[in-house]
């Protein structure tokens, strides 16, 4: 999460109020976005997997 806020500070030159709503629901969407991420590696994986054994 850090490493993403500070990409997103860097890159847009955006300094954060972190006691600010926005940066919360900043926050958020990160959080959710990288659940997004982690559950489709975890279903590409197992699809993978699936393809595999009944190949």
Known sequence: MQKIENIV??????EFNEESAYYYR????LKFFAQR???YKKTK???RCFFESNA
């Open 9 to 14: 500070r860097y890159r847009f030159k955006i």
């Open 37 to 39: 991420l982690v559950e």
């Open 45 to 47: 994986q197992a699809r």
């Open 26 to 29: 900043f926050i958020t969407h």
